[in-house]
């Protein structure tokens, strides 16, 4: 069994007439002492890799690392989990089985790999059909944990965005796709569209050489999920408005689209596939109705919804008051991912104005971005900003635009301006 | 809120006709137990942990208001209209037909745990009091002597101090209160009162317009110089010795800062008008003590409400005892040398009286 707990960390003191309520979540999943060993549920794998024609650029070697990657991947996989290798072009097609889901184990493992190496890359790209094969797989092993890799090296040539966005919509609560991007020839805001969807990560893979270790932690991780569907459930009061309910640890993910009203003050929010020992860190800002100096309203109250069953959580408290020591403390948690918010957007504005050609805008948004990541001590963050700006003084966020930029150095610090570090409850 | 043909549903909020046994938004189960009706909207739906299910309000708790009787003896703690928690305490003991004990604590609301040491403080305080008033005929002119005063604040200190180390406390901030007991000892021709007091709350004789206040705050600019606490063990007690002529207008009034700040002429009534207005108007005992935080209350309730009261000499036949000229015999006792200068060295860590 796999045990949840959640912890608030807010200040619920608010001056007279504020409306106003954040606060940062911690959900926590841990391997209960009961577990002899892992008790998982059915599990799906799919793994749909990019065989367009652009694959056999570079002499096939992209094609080539796609295949051994895969390869390795496949070894990961448990014995009973039910998986299938896709591959995918203007269309997709089945590499392994020959239909619906094969069980892994010894042999279908090597008729996988034997499978895979006969892949040969030619036509077009589709990513929304891809996504549309992965989800009638995934349907075969109803209440299964299904998760899904999914590789491209380019743009969605051959769909309409709307094409897209509509598949996107039908896999939404039948699996949890990671999508990667090989080099610097596909669109970012299409493989986060699909991972934001459907509750996954999105990330580049600069060189093919580098596609081995990725494909094979991606499916570790997923072998690792105990726990396939998980819920915040959210009550807020009559007359309150929920803004925003975002995932702010290990990244930023804004779930506030993806809420379920289960009725009219309840609503629930998913948060996908947990591992056995994992933490997460959201947050959420409720506007309520006011209250009288010296009442305490709740502002909400957080349950956890795991597997359909409903467990109480942590509640979240507003107590007006005229003390302004207590309405003036800054917690420390909200300030922290109110900043990495800050920095991933100063990121994105940066990048947008250097893109633009605005060399001023950009200068001050990523300078703005350096001084962020460093005072919250967000290290892979900085070393990203790096290869993009000259930093003369981080903690003044002083920097100068470097000249020639590898494109994929643009899109790794791109894709990774999400990535957040967590607060040091160390600190003090 | 509600029409007699239709009901809230207590689980989401949507209306539902009253013969549904399910709520058809949310599928709740109408025909369970009814909850308790929330003070705040009104609709039944409070919670087991005490907050509506609808609009989220707290539900007062038990100490937000509370009203203790002993005999002729009143008193009422409020928390009052801006502050969250009541953080004040009261205890009071009719010892017998002439001498009752009155006790207010403050605690302190900046420090978390305050409001467990004001209730210990008080009747600690309370009980030794009243022990020592039944010990024996006291020295002349002291309802109780000075030393079962100071015991009695040991006690109290001590009692905190235990309960303190069993308390998530912050070490640098630990709970405390303010302090002010007041021994009343009624005799032939006069009324005695003794009082022991740590901080800004405080004791009064009121005869009328003739108001005597019986302390003096402990505090500079607004903070405390002494108080009860783990931080205050060495804090010295103040002790005064009252004699009054018996008059069955009088009245003993032992207070916290949320009450007397009210008796400034512009923010309410000075004690002895408001007092006299309100027996006017017929109250007594409890009655007058709620009219009192009543008043305190409707001038806005800055702070937590705390009265407790006695009038020695109205309640028990002895109604229109003519008394003689007798003087006002007061004597404020200080405390030791070196508890005095204890008390000064302890100004510069002085704590906010904000409480």
Redesign the interface.
Known sequence: MTDFSAQVFQNEFLPAGADTVDAVVTVSASAGASAGGPQRGDAVEIIVIDTSGSMQEEGGRKIRAAIEATQAAIDTIDDGCHFAIVGGTAGAYMIYPNENLAVADERTRHEAKQAVSRVRAQGGTAIGSWLRAAAYLAAQRPGAIAHALLLTDGKNQNEKPAELDARIAECVGRFQCDARGLGVDWNISELRKVASALLGTVDIIPRPEDMHDEFTRLTEAAMGKQVGSVALRL??????ICEFVKQVAPSLEDLTRLGTA?????SDYPLGAWAGDEDRDYHIRVR??V?????????A?IMLVIDDAEQPAA?V???W???E?LSTRINREVAHYTGQAELAGAIAEGLAAREAGDGQTATVKLGRAVQLAHESGNDDTVRLLQKVVEVDDAASGTVRLRRDVDRSDEMALDVRSTRTVRVNRKAD | MTDSDTRTCP????LAPASATW?E??G?QLDSETKPECV??GEPAVED?G????????QPGPRDHVETVDGPVSAVSD??????HNEDAVAVVSVDDGTAVLVVCDGV??TPGSARISALAATTTAESLAAAATDGAPPEGMAVPREALEAAVEAAQAATGAASLDMEIDELNPPSTTLVAAVVRRQDRTVLVSVVWLGDSRAYWLDGDDVHLLTVDHEVNGALTRWVGVDAVHHAPQVAHHEFPRNDRADVVVCSDGMWRYFAPELGEPAGELVARLKEEGLGGLDLVRAMVDHANDRGGHDNISVAHWAPDSSDGVRGTTVGPGSDRSTAVEPSEDGAKEAQAKEAQAKEA?S
């Not at chain 1, 289960?262 to 309840?266: D, E, G, H, M």
């Not at chain 1, 209250?291 to 502002?299: K, N, P, Q, T």
């Open positions: 009550w807020t009061p009559k007359g309150s289960v009725n009219p003050l309840t309520i109705p209250g009288s100096v010296g009442d305490e309203r709740l502002a109250r509640l408290r507003a107590i008051t005229d003390d020591r | 689980s989401c909020g949507q709520c938004a949310c709740h705040a909207c942990d907050y509506c299910h609808l609009c989220g309000h707290r928390r009052g209209q801006r502050h969250h609301s900046s904000g």
